[in-house]
């Protein structure tokens, strides 16, 4: 390194994975005097690393753990690694908006060379083997920031793929990720309840600057958004399928529809804004079921099979 602050990260570094390194071994790998070398761990000391120094011929210096958190210092190959961990962990829990924050700077700062090695293994990578459902970059990490400050967004949100959607004014809550998708846990101003966006169907996040009233948020995220994408649609559906529910679970994702155990039967409850597509991703399943709820549900059936049986009659 050609300037004392270039030099001084170089050993930090070198600290950080060498414990117990001897001020002469530093001044060799710094290729600088013992003397200068002293001096760059003193200077590190005063700007808040904890550096214990033991003496003897056995001696050396070990970076330690300290009441603050200063900055680390990480190589080429560490950067990637701790990359790759935060994009495979972002879903957990509350550690969701910091882990993508994180993520952001890291990226941010990485070299061009490890920001593409990065993006090809992390494109690569499924979620629970459902098909995942890109959401946009910096959609994902300004809600993450508006969920880490707690502060208000607007937003356009769209119901459908095919629509433009329109302008919501939300507080953001927890993103959860859940079946290769991202969501929000949200509370739109003006509404009573709490529900969860899809990322993939946002665009144009603008914090607001302020903090909305809301009802208190659901408990546990991760289960708010699972009976959401089950049940949060215009038609809640309910059949009854004679198989088990451990034999309907290998058809059926979590994501998709829930399912409760009845004996040798299964309930099976899903949501839906179109009962001909429940209709037909029922008989999808090539299961015996019968309707429970609603009414139209059968109907619909009934004009599936009959526009089946006269298509194809010979």
Not at 147 to 157: K, L, S
Not at 209 to 220: A, E, M, R, V
Not at 273 to 280: M, P
Request: contains cysteine.
């Amino acid at each position: 390194m050609s300037t004392p602050t270039g030099r001084r990260l170089q050993a930090l570094a070198i600290l950080q994975s060498n414990p117990g390194i001897s001020a002469g071994r530093l001044a060799e790998r710094l290729n600088v005097t013992e003397r200068t070398a002293r001096r760059d761990v003193e200077h590190l000391r005063e700007i808040g690393y904890r550096i214990d120094a033991e003496a003897g011929r056995f001696g050396g210096y070990t970076l330690s753990s300290g009441a603050a958190s200063p900055p680390l210092v990480l190589d080429a190959d560490e950067s990637l690694a701790v990359a790759l961990g935060l994009h495979s962990s972002v879903g957990v829990g509350g550690l969701a908006p910091a882990a993508v924050t994180a993520l952001a700077k890291l990226t941010e700062t990485m070299p061009a060379r490890l920001r593409g090695r990065f993006e090809a293994v992390a494109a690569a990578e499924a979620v629970d083997g459902d098909e995942v459902r890109s959401a946009d970059a910096g959609v994902l990490v300004a809600l993450a920031l508006a969920c880490r400050a707690q502060e208000g967004v607007r937003f356009r949100h769209r119901r459908r793929s095919d629509e433009p959607g329109r302008a919501r004014d939300v507080q953001p809550g927890q993103l959860v990720r859940a079946g290769g998708r991202w969501y929000l846990v949200g509370h739109e101003r003006g509404s009573e309840r709490w529900r969860a966006y899809a990322l993939d169907r946002i665009a144009d996040v603008r914090p607001l600057g302020t903090k909305f009233s809301t009802p208190p948020q659901p408990p546990d995220a991760a289960a708010f958004v699972a009976d959401s994408v089950a049940h949060g649609w215009r038609h809640r559906i309910r059949v009854r399928v004679y198989l088990s529910g451990e034999e309907i679970r290998k058809l059926v994702r979590p994501s998709v529809a829930s399912v409760t155990d009845e004996g040798d039967d299964c309930i099976l409850s899903l949501g839906a804004d179109d009962l001909d597509w429940a209709a037909r991703w029922l008989v999808y399943l090539n299961v015996d079921f019968d309707v429970l709820e609603p009414a139209e549900l059968a109907d619909r059936l009934h004009s599936l099979g009959s526009w089946i049986a006269a298509r194809y009659t010979g």
